[in-house]
């Protein structure tokens, strides 16, 4: 049943590497943003037919990406797995990109982890199948949650991604006795600085006036919950008032995601990266969701964005609670992670789905009145170096004084 769509797939990419002039003397370039005559650069649709999504849902792993297959054609919103493209860099474990029959609605799965999510996205958003350009991604996955903010099973739209990894870190048992975390900002002598050495993907902010929308859109579900889920979130209640949206059924809420590779559990560690956000965003992010890959997507759209290929404006990040990053009162961290069951995986995937579709049809309901032309963003949206032109409104400001960084040539 693959024979037409991957015919069509592997005959696209023929054209393209037919188009490919050879490699000259000298810098190569891969095409300035606004070239679009280099065969490698942004797309220009008169060249070839290029698959043109109105939205690219990214998923991590399989279980993420199953729930809209399963349902998007149950729905009646179209059969993703109609088209299978197979594009050079991404990863063997999910080798083929997803697309319903009218090339509307994608999807594609990274693989879990920064690294692989970084790889991943960086050759998918330059593939030369599609443009773009247009396109409004909505980076959709399960996550750690901060009791505070929300519960297993909510569904949280982020502004603010932060890295909070990107530390020195001392096991607690050798840190000096005055520190209140291992984990000390680069560049500084101690917790709670703001770092003074940066590699650039440290906190990246998406377009709140976006955000907002897609947060109105989702506010339309009826979340799923069940009874396994409710009992562990009611160990939570003793904790009182500050951890009382940990004991209430799911909602969808506006707060941060936090990138590690590192998958961290218990009240201490919790605590140290909430401070990191804190500070890193100069106090206007709330860290309520973990993620593996966040940073490392936004990443890849970044530089993708600086050539021109992506428009970082068109940007979402949802994530829904699988697990508490801490333990609710009288439960060790220990016993929290590895012994007891959350049963928060079921309502998670259910409601990325939930949420998710919801985002989905609100932006092609509304495409030619709202989103054909773009969501203009209210805020800072880049990176905390101004890639993309603007002063960030967290970190040490723009390195190119607003202006935005120009591809080499
Ligand atoms: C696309 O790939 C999926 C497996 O990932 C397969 O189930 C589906 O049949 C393929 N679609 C076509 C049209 O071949
Ligand atoms: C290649 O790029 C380097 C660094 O930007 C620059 O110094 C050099 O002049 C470029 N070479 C050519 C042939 O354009
Ligand atoms: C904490 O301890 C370190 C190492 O002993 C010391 O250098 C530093 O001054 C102390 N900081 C504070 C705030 O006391
Ligand atoms: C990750 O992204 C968030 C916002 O999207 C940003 O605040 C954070 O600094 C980023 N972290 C790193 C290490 O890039
Ligand atoms: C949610 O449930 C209400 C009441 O049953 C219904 O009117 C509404 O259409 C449902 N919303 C969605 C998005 O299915
Ligand atoms: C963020 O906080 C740091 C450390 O206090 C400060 O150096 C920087 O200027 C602040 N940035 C903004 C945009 O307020």
């Given at each position: 049943m693959r024979f037409l769509p991957c015919a069509l797939a592997s005959l696209l990419a023929l054209c393209q590497r037919g188009l490919a002039a050879p490699p000259s003397e000298g810098n190569i370039t891969n095409g300035p943003a606004g070239d679009s005559s280099l065969p490698n650069g942004p797309p220009n649709p008169s060249l070839l037919p290029r698959i043109t999504p109105k939205v690219m849902i990214v998923s991590m792993f399989a279980p993420e990406a199953d729930v809209w297959y399963e349902n998007m054609r149950l729905d009646g919103f179209g059969d993703l797995l109609a088209l299978n493209i197979s594009v050079p860099g991404t990863s063997p474990k999910y080798p083929y990109v997803h697309c319903t029959l009218d090339g509307q609605v994608c999807q594609m799965t990274t693989c879990e982890g920064e690294i692989n999510a970084a790889t991943s996205m960086m050759a998918l958003a330059i593939a030369n199948q599609f443009d773009f350009r247009k396109t409004y991604w909505l980076v959709a996955g399960i996550a750690g949650v901060n009791p505070k903010y929300s519960t297993i099973g909510g569904v949280a739209l982020a502004r603010y991604s932060v890295q909070a990894a990107l530390q020195y870190e001392f096991d607690a048992r050798e840190m000096p006795d005055n520190f209140s975390t291992g984990y000390v900002a680069f560049g500084?002598?101690?917790?709670d600085h703001y770092p003074t050495?940066?590699?650039?993907?440290e906190v990246f902010e998406v377009n709140q006036a976006l955000r907002d929308r897609a947060f109105d859109y989702a506010s339309k579900a009826n979340l799923t919950d069940n009874e396994d889920s409710k009992r562990y979130r009611a160990r939570y209640k003793p904790a009182g008032n500050s951890l009382a949206m940990a004991s209430s059924g799911p909602s969808v809420v506006k707060c941060d995601t936090v990138t590690s590779d590192v998958y961290y559990s218990g009240k201490l560690l919790s605590e140290s990266f909430e401070r990191t956000v804190d500070i890193w965003t100069n106090g206007t992010g709330r860290y309520c969701m973990t993620a593996q890959e966040d940073n490392a997507t936004l990443a890849a759209l970044i530089k993708a964005a600086i050539f021109g290929f992506v428009d970082f404006a068109r940007v979402i990040i949802l994530r829904t609670g699988s697990n508490f990053d801490r333990p609710p009162p009288g439960v060790t961290a220990y016993e929290h992670l590895l012994?007891?069951?959350?049963?928060g995986f079921a309502v998670a995937i259910g409601n990325l789905y939930l949420a998710g579709i919801e985002i989905v049809k609100g932006i092609l309901n509304d495409w030619t009145a709202v989103f054909d032309k773009g969501v203009k963003p209210c805020n800072y949206i880049g990176d905390i170096f101004g890639s993309l032109g603007g002063e960030p409104?967290?970190?040490?400001?723009s390195l190119t004084g607003g202006q935005p960084v120009k591809p080499a040539v």
């Amino acid at each position: 049943m693959r024979f037409l769509p991957c015919a069509l797939a592997s005959l696209l990419a023929l054209c393209q590497r037919g188009l490919a002039a050879p490699p000259s003397e000298g810098n190569i370039t891969n095409g300035p943003a606004g070239d679009s005559s280099l065969p490698n650069g942004p797309p220009n649709p008169s060249l070839l037919p290029r698959i043109t999504p109105k939205v690219m849902i990214v998923s991590m792993f399989a279980p993420e990406a199953d729930v809209w297959y399963e349902n998007m054609r149950l729905d009646g919103f179209g059969d993703l797995l109609a088209l299978n493209i197979s594009v050079p860099g991404t990863s063997p474990k999910y080798p083929y990109v997803h697309c319903t029959l009218d090339g509307q609605v994608c999807q594609m799965t990274t693989c879990e982890g920064e690294i692989n999510a970084a790889t991943s996205m960086m050759a998918l958003a330059i593939a030369n199948q599609f443009d773009f350009r247009k396109t409004y991604w909505l980076v959709a996955g399960i996550a750690g949650v901060n009791p505070k903010y929300s519960t297993i099973g909510g569904v949280a739209l982020a502004r603010y991604s932060v890295q909070a990894a990107l530390q020195y870190e001392f096991d607690a048992r050798e840190m000096p006795d005055n520190f209140s975390t291992g984990y000390v900002a680069f560049g500084t002598m101690g917790p709670d600085h703001y770092p003074t050495i940066l590699y650039g993907t440290e906190v990246f902010e998406v377009n709140q006036a976006l955000r907002d929308r897609a947060f109105d859109y989702a506010s339309k579900a009826n979340l799923t919950d069940n009874e396994d889920s409710k009992r562990y979130r009611a160990r939570y209640k003793p904790a009182g008032n500050s951890l009382a949206m940990a004991s209430s059924g799911p909602s969808v809420v506006k707060c941060d995601t936090v990138t590690s590779d590192v998958y961290y559990s218990g009240k201490l560690l919790s605590e140290s990266f909430e401070r990191t956000v804190d500070i890193w965003t100069n106090g206007t992010g709330r860290y309520c969701m973990t993620a593996q890959e966040d940073n490392a997507t936004l990443a890849a759209l970044i530089k993708a964005a600086i050539f021109g290929f992506v428009d970082f404006a068109r940007v979402i990040i949802l994530r829904t609670g699988s697990n508490f990053d801490r333990p609710p009162p009288g439960v060790t961290a220990y016993e929290h992670l590895l012994v007891l069951k959350q049963n928060g995986f079921a309502v998670a995937i259910g409601n990325l789905y939930l949420a998710g579709i919801e985002i989905v049809k609100g932006i092609l309901n509304d495409w030619t009145a709202v989103f054909d032309k773009g969501v203009k963003p209210c805020n800072y949206i880049g990176d905390i170096f101004g890639s993309l032109g603007g002063e960030p409104d967290y970190g040490p400001g723009s390195l190119t004084g607003g202006q935005p960084v120009k591809p080499a040539v």
